[in-house]
C-alpha cells in the first residue's frame, strides 16, 4: 500500500542530513550548491514539490520535471545507495528550478552522479570506501568517473575538464 507521508519524510530527512553541505559541483558554468538541495527539501516537506511512494515503480527513485514530482517505489531507508539516490534525484529538481534550461541533459546527469557519490563517500566516512558499482559495465564506468569526480571534490579541489568531460561522454553510452 503506498505511504506518501512516509516518502515524503524520507527525502526530507536525506535531504536535511550534513553530509548535503560538502556537495559543491562547478561544471560548465553551472554550480550546484547545498542551498539549493536545501531548497528542494523545503519545497518537498511544504508540498510545493509532490511526493508519490510508488511500491511497483521499476525504477527506484525518480524526480519528473514536467509534473515537479518525486517518484519511490520505497517509502522508508536504511540503504545509503538509496538515500544518495534521493540526492541525485534532489539534484535533478535543484537544476530544475535553478532554470537551467541551457544545461545538456548529460551535464544534468554527471551532476546528479557526482553529487549521490559525494553523499555516499562523506557518509562512508576516512578508510575503505566502498564505491558505487553496477552489473551493466557501461553504467559501472559511469558510477567509476563520478566517484573519482566526487573524491576530487571531497579532497577539497575540483574536478578536471577532462575528468568531466569523461564522465559526461560515460553517461552518453548507457541509457539514464
Known sequence: MPNHSAARSTIVAVLTDTAINRIRIHLRGVTITPSMIREIRDMVRSGQI???HAPGQSTPAIYNSTEDKFYM???RTGRQTQRALIVHEA???ACDKAHFDHMLINTSEAAAYIGQCIYLL???????RERLSHSDPNRDRVFEQAW???ETIVGGQQPSHEQIETLR???MQHPY
Do not use: L, T
Request: net charge neutral.
Open 148 to 150: 573519482g569526480c566526487a
Open 91 to 93: 539534484i535533478h529538481a
Open 122 to 128: 562523506v557518509k562512508q566516512g576516512i578508510g575503505d
Open 73 to 75: 517505489n520505497f517509502s
Open 169 to 171: 561522454s560515460r553517461i
Open 50 to 52: 509532490a511526493v508519490e
